[in-house]
């Protein structure tokens, strides 16, 4: 989590990084896959779709009738000016 005071002096708190852990890899550190990140390439920092979750990561969600196709529509959360 990030806060920055560019808007006014007042401090805006967002979230930047959202990863699953896999597992462990070869190095005995955790193994991860960076589900919503910061959209560097539209000048943004706030987290955005990135790669979509693990079948296994989905199920609890889905089964609390979270609609997953919501995921598939990564490129148009592209963030707003301002």
Do not use: C, K
């Not at 990030?2 to 002096?9: A, D, H, I, R, V």
């Amino acid at each position: 989590m990030w806060s920055t005071s560019e808007n006014g002096g007042r401090t805006q708190r967002y979230v930047s990084h959202v990863w699953e852990i896999t597992g462990i890899g070869e190095d005995g550190r955790p193994a991860y896959n960076e589900i919503f990140g910061p959209a560097h390439e539209w000048g943004a920092t706030r987290a955005v779709p990135r790669t979509r979750p693990s079948p296994a990561a989905l199920r609890r969600p889905e089964r609390a009738r979270f609609d997953s196709q919501l995921l598939e529509w990564a490129a148009a959360w592209r963030p707003t000016p301002g």
